[in-house]
C-alpha cells in the first residue's frame, strides 16, 4: 500500500470568511459542483469571499458521515434533491414533512462535523449582508417593469 502524503494549503492573504451553518455551507457546495459540471475550473482564493475550505471539504464531510452509518441514503437524496433546487423542505407541505426530519437531521450531524473543522462558525449571522459593503442597485426596480 502506497503511503498517502497530504500537502497543506496555501493560506490566503485575505481575511477567511467562516461558514455561518451547515445549510450555508452545503449551498454554497452544490453551486460549486454544479458550476464544475457546467465546466467551471473551482479555484481556491478566486471569489469575493475566501472560505475555510473547498467544496470537496464538504463533500468529504458528508461522505464519511455517510459510511458512519450518521447518515443514510434517504438523507442523501434530501440533501441532493433540496441542495439542487436552493431551498430547504417546506414544513408545511405535507408532503415535505418527513423530508423536512431527515434534512435537518442530516444537517445537524453536518454541522457538528464542519464547526469541528472550524469551516462553520456558529453564532455568526447567516445572512449575506456585510456592513461594510454597500450595493447600488440600478436599472427599472419597479415590480414586472411598471
Known sequence: ???????????SARNITPFSSARQ??????????????????????GEVVRPCDPDDVYNAVMRLKKAGILGDRHLQV???????????DSRDP???????LWQQALD?????????GIV?????ESFHHEDVAVELG???SPCGM
Not at 408532503?95 to 426530519?101: A, M, N, P, V
Request: proline share 4%.
Open 25 to 46: 455551507a452545503w449551498f454554497w457546495f452544490v453551486r460549486c459542483q454544479t458550476a464544475r459540471i457546467e465546466g467551471a475550473r473551482v479555484v481556491a482564493d478566486a
Open 139 to 141: 436599472g427599472d426596480l
Open 1 to 11: 500500500m502506497t503511503e498517502q502524503r497530504l500537502f497543506p494549503k496555501p493560506h
Open 121 to 125: 462558525k456558529r453564532g455568526e449571522d
Open 109 to 117: 450531524a453536518l454541522e457538528n462535523v464542519l464547526v469541528t473543522r
Open 79 to 89: 440533501l441532493e434533491y433540496f441542495g439542487l433546487v436552493e431551498r430547504e423542505p
Open 95 to 101: 408532503r415535505e414533512k418527513d423530508k423536512g426530519e
